[in-house]
């Protein structure tokens, strides 16, 4: 059973559309820039589903996820500020912790929670070592400020996708109204149109098949009551 604010979490990282995606430079820049600030060989930008830890970006690491219930990441999602383990082996959460007592054999880790606008923490920005130490303040803040770029960065990546989209659909727009223009040549008899192809065809068809324009059909008053009167007509003729 998944708890509401996994429930939460999972909804906001479809929204950003950004799990299993390709590595970006912005978020590459930021994780090397975290790495070089904190003095450790491990930064990474992790986001967490209900069953696994991701990485979107990482430095110093060569796999691509870890299962959730190893993740450092999952305690720190839970509270505000950094989170800081001093020396894992020390810690009664996460000595025995495949992380832990086998590669990458973590000692340190300090997390910062990836917090979106609507208070959703969606997985961490993290600076890991193999020695046992600690942060200072200034660094802890470093990292909450390099925290809060990341999630930035995704705002803004979701914005670009969203206007890529937007620009598309006007493109499509564009297309069909051009697509209408074409519909000159039009038969005053039947109301056929002729396409490129100098093909004759009915209106509907030919909007199917060049536009995302559907039709549903009806009578309009109008032609109502003039086939009202027709049948009529040809009920007296048959009596």
Request: glycine share 4%.
């Amino acid at each position: 059973m998944i708890d509401e604010v996994t429930q939460r979490r999972i909804a906001a990282l479809r929204e950003y559309e950004i799990m299993d995606t390709p590595p970006e430079e912005e978020f590459d820049e930021i994780t090397r820039l975290t790495s070089f600030i904190c003095g450790t060989p491990i930064a990474l930008v992790t986001l967490l589903d209900h069953r696994r830890q991701w990485f979107k970006s990482k430095v110093g690491l060569s796999s691509m996820e870890t299962p959730i219930e190893h993740a450092f990441c999952a305690h720190a999602i839970k509270q505000e500020g950094v989170m800081m383990v001093k020396d894992a082996t020390l810690d009664a959460r996460f000595a025995a912790n495949p992380l832990v007592t086998a590669a990458p054999n973590i000692r340190f880790y300090a997390g910062a929670p990836l917090v979106t606008r609507d208070g959703v923490s969606l997985g961490t920005l993290c600076a890991i070592d193999c020695a046992p130490r600690e942060f200072g303040v200034e660094k802890q803040e470093a990292l909450m400020a390099l925290a809060h770029q990341v999630i930035r960065s995704m705002e803004l990546r979701r914005t670009v996708k969203a206007l890529e989209l937007a620009l598309l659909a006007k493109e499509r727009a564009q297309q069909e109204v051009l697509t209408l223009q074409s519909l000159l040549p039009m038969c005053a008899w039947c109301r056929k149109v002729r396409d490129d192809s100098n093909y004759w065809c009915k209106v509907e068809d030919y909007f199917s098949q060049h536009s995302q324009i559907r039709f549903s059909h009806g009578v309009c008053p109008e032609c109502f009551d003039r086939l009202e009167q027709e049948l009529e007509g040809g009920a007296e003729l048959r009596g």
